[in-house]
């Protein structure tokens, strides 16, 4: 039930986003047509810092108590948090294409988010090719709460270090017209719904997982 509501919830926000950027906000009189992206490339990155942010208090929760369920949560969380970030560095580089000329430079904001990108792919590595899954378990959890520091230095970034990255414009009144506001909030919510709906499909598939395999123990022992 909560994954059909999600489901419908996110596909009406999708349009909806869809017809705010082509069809309602103004093209961006200094970079042009190609600042449309920024209304997915920012929610992709607050949704991506969202779900390693659950993956932390996840990992925390289970190597506190230890309950299964924390750990599923972690898990599927990392996964969805790895698709998002790697749209994320994807759309930056369209962005950067025609406006600095490279699909990639080394700057602070885009090196701390592929580092970011990198430590959940290990993250999952961990959980993958551990010797048991209690073991990659509590090795990831740990991957996934020491990783989580980088989130803050991803969003930093921009204030620490000198970079090209435009300047964060939420904060700083960059959306002058309200049109730009509701697009852009828009699509927040639309990728807080996708991540809430892919998180339940995955977190729903990996307890019936976890199911078989405890139906497959007990048959064993018989």
Request: cysteine-free; glycine content about 4%.
């Amino acid at each position: 039930m909560l994954s059909r509501i999600l489901l419908a919830l996110s596909l009406v926000l999708l349009v909806t986003s869809l017809a705010l950027i082509f069809f309602v906000v103004p093209t961006e009189r200094t970079m042009g047509v190609v600042q449309r992206i920024f209304y997915w490339h920012v929610p992709l990155a607050w949704n991506s810092f969202l779900a390693f942010f659950v993956v932390f208090i996840a990992s925390v929760a289970y190597l506190w108590k230890r309950t299964k369920n924390w750990d599923i949560l972690a898990s599927a969380s990392a996964e969805v948090g790895v698709v998002f970030t790697t749209l994320f560095l994807i759309s930056g580089s369209i962005w950067a294409k025609p406006i600095w000329g490279v699909w990639w430079t080394w700057e602070p904001r885009l090196t701390t988010a592929l580092v970011l990108w990198l430590i959940y792919i290990a993250y999952l590595l961990v959980r993958a090719y551990a010797s048991s899954s209690e073991r990659g378990a509590r090795f990831a959890a740990v991957v996934g709460i020491v990783g989580f520091l980088d989130v803050p230095i991803v969003f930093l970034s921009i204030t620490l270090w000198r970079t090209q990255h435009p300047s964060a414009v939420i904060f700083t009144g960059g959306l002058a017209d309200p049109r730009m506001i509701l697009t852009l909030v828009v699509s927040i919510f639309t990728f807080t719904a996708l991540y809430a709906l892919l998180l339940v499909q995955r977190v729903a598939f990996k307890k019936g997982e976890e199911d078989l395999r405890r139906l497959k123990r007990l048959a064993e022992s018989e």
